[in-house]
């Protein structure tokens, strides 16, 4: 008999990396806490998970990362500051932050690749199905997946992963997966209207050039079965020399559902940044800026007049 299908309320949020891809900017400051216009993109993340009724929330972080943890504490001085100036406008987005609430926080203490990491939060997570929110890849939050990929897990249980088309010269830089006709009777939930869903059967760990199944990419979004964790105690250490998801996703590939098996994955067609990268952030805070309802409408006429090189303009 399949396990019960529980709801999903648990999100993990890996957020342990050194993120040398940002260096200098990173070298005191995670990556993490790099701002996308007002907000650091751990910020954008909860808020994600926040949003898709994940109201149980664990970040994975290290040594050295305190800033996080600072930018979700409570700040009744800066409150009290604020408060005697009058300043509504920052008032309410510190009230917004506050709302949040304070993750739980899971220090891994070895970098040992994203599977240890995920591995981490075994006790948190308690036997249930959980959400996997990778820290640096930012979906567009007028787009979100989550809700998707849930009803995906309600109806045919496993596991649930996010897929990107990429480009040929760019799966070497991600999980990629083979795929097999998704089940025909995945029910007519408005979630999953017009989304293109796949069963996955094998999945590569950053192939190399030329080497991949398919152009389908994992992204920074699982709901995963919490099976998950036995199978990554027995997952050898994979690419880099570390412990990866990707690998243990390929197990439960090959899993039954009696067992906590099955992987289906939802292609994604709307627009996705990994922050960690420094092009990639560069779009994300004009993304983000551009919709902004206080920035947007300004911030997109200069832009659409810009031109590199020009000298100073207004
Ligand atoms: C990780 C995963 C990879 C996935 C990617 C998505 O890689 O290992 O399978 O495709 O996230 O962003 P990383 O980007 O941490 O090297």
Redesign the pocket.
Known sequence: MAPPRLPLTKAVIPAA?LGTRFLPASKAIPKEMLPLVDKPAIQWVLEEADAAGLSQRAVITAQGKDAMRDHFAPAPALDAALEAKGDSVRLEALSQLASLGEPTWIVQDHARG?GHAIGCAESFVDGEPFAVL?GD?LLDPHNPMLPAMAAVRARVGGTVLLLLEVPDSMTH???VVETAPAPADLGDDPHLAGLEIHRITRLQ??PAPGEAMSNL????RYVLDPAVFDVLRSTAPGRGGEI???DAIHTLASMDASEGGGVHGIVFRGSRY?TGDKLEYLKAVVQLAAKDPRLGSDFSAWLREFEPGAGHRP
């Open positions: 990396g994203l990778l890849d830089l991600y999980g760990e950053k990419a994992v992204i920074g990866q998801i990707t990994d």
